[in-house]
């Protein structure tokens, strides 16, 4: 028996939650370890269509323990709104299946509001950020001024708590023209808050430990992808979260043992949101095509995702940084239709080739990419759930990509849909 973690292994918003939820029906608990509301997971059952950010892709299953780990940076407005919005489409949720850990930072306001003045002061050297606050929730959070779920518990201590915060915000407001912060009314909100979200709040690396014991399969459901990584993607575009395997454990408070399968989410063709290097990037009718049939707009924010060609070169190292035991590869079907494919297979910059992408802004910004080239098919792939069902030249690009990352692949998705999935090889088997 295994316990599996999902990761994005490219740029984020790989079809992540649709194989969460897929994979759900075979555990008990699914865990979010990090990350916020940057993420928009979506997931297809029967036709409807559940957009989540920060609950657990789990959730939408009875009998299931959803859990959103001390990793993870919660905006208690938002995931109430949430809440309330999953409820109108007639999923249960209550404390006996959603617990938040009670160490989680919070992202308050403040943070929100920070975060879209600096994208507006940087101009054009802006990361686009979704502008929830999620990169300065964490700097509080490592600058030990974060104010944590379970301080909300102890309104007669916040005072202390929020003054120290602000004493570092507003002197940062300051800088940008903007008002301080009133530590009355924020204390006023979070008083108000409180009540709606402790329910909710426990110690979740105990719930855990206790599950694992109890021999109960625990499913991650990671945020973000690789490339996104603070520390391995390309910084400083970037989210400011680690969104690797490993990320798994420490964001939910159980050991390096806890996860024994991890599998990379990884789309058949390559998209970016927000600025930075995207070496493969289309900017002429094919990158428009790639987009409309991908549907490729941000779940969180609606904008339009950069679309290219499949970069092995960098899924090959994403793999590895993150220890990725197997792959599922989505989105098979937006490539119907194309006469030719092209995959990434390494690059070169400044007259030396590289077989995967090096660390640096200045090195990355004259990345050339260097291909090979496929033949498209004219059948469908849409909502095959079998090998068999594929065309020829189809199985011949899942197995050159498979060969190029030098990783298996366990699953393929076919379509937006819950149950169009080929599967290879349950994660859940080890
Ligand atoms: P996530 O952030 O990794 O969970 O991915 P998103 O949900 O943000 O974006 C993936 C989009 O592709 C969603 O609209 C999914 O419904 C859709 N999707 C997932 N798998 C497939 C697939 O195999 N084929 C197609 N056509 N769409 C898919
Ligand atoms: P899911 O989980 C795609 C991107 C933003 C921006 C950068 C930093 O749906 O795959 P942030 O708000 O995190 O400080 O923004 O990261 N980004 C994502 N891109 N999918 C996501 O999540 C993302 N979450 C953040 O567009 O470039
Ligand atoms: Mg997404």
């Avoid at 940057?38 to 859990?67: C, F, Q």
């Avoid at 600096?118 to 104010?147: L, Q």
């Avoid at 090998?387 to 899942?398: F, I, R, S, T």
């Amino acid at each position: 028996m295994a316990d599996v973690a999902v990761i994005g292994a490219q740029w984020g918003d790989e079809g992540k939650g649709k194989l969460v939820d897929w994979l759900s029906a075979r555990a008990d608990v699914v865990v979010r370890f990090q990350g916020g509301h940057n993420a928009g997971h979506t997931l297809v059952i029967d036709g409807e269509v559940y957009k989540l950010s920060l609950l657990p892709s789990g959730i939408v299953r009875d009998g299931k323990m959803s859990v959103i780990g001390n990793g993870v940076v919660v905006d208690p407005w938002a995931l109430l709104a949430e809440m309330e919005r999953l409820k109108g489409q007639g999923v249960k949720i209550t404390p006996t299946n959603l617990m938040i850990a009670e160490n989680a930072s919070l992202i308050l306001p403040l943070h929100g509001e920070l975060d879209k003045m600096r994208e507006e002061a940087a101009g054009k050297g802006k990361i686009g950020t979704t502008g929830r606050g999620i990169g300065p929730s964490y700097e509080d959070k490592a600058g030990r001024r974060a104010i944590k779920l379970i301080d909300l518990a102890y309104p007669e201590s916040l005072p202390q708590k929020i003054e120290r915060l602000l004493t570092h915000h507003n002197a940062l407001r300051r800088g940008f023209g903007a008002a301080d912060i009133d530590a009355g009314a924020l204390l006023a909100q979070l008083k108000e808050i409180a009540p709606q979200i402790l329910p909710f709040a426990g110690p979740v690396w105990k719930l855990l430990h206790d599950a694992r014991k109890a021999g109960n399969r625990i499913l991650f459901e990671g945020a973000q992808g690789v490339l996104l990584d603070v520390d391995h993607g390309t910084y400083p575009f970037v989210t400011s979260s680690n969104t690797v395997a490993g990320q798994a454990a420490t964001g939910s408070g159980l050991g390096p043992r806890a996860v024994n399968y991890v599998l990379g989410i990884v789309k058949a063709y390559t998209t970016r949101v927000g600025e930075g290097p995207f070496p493969t990037e289309l900017d002429d009718d094919i990158g428009q095509k790639l987009g409309e049939r991908g549907h490729e707009f941000g779940t969180v924010t609606g904008r339009k995702r950069r679309c290219g060609w499949f970069d092995a070169a960098l899924v090959r190292q994403s793999l590895r940084i993150a220890g990725v035991d197997g792959i599922a590869l989505t989105k098979l079907d937006v490539l119907d239709t194309f006469e030719e494919l092209k995959v990434c297979t390494g690059y070169e910059i400044d007259g030396q080739s590289f077989d995967y992408l090096p660390a640096g802004i200045d090195r990355q910004k004259n990345v050339k990419p260097i291909y090979e080239s496929l033949q498209g098919w004219s059948g469908s792939t849409a909502g095959a759930r079998s090998w068999a069902d594929l065309p020829a030249e189809a199985v011949k690009y899942v197995r050159r990509i498979e060969e190029l990352i030098e990783c298996p692949i366990a699953l393929v998705s076919t379509s937006p849909e819950r149950e169009d999935v080929i599967l290879m090889k349950d994660p859940f088997e080890g």
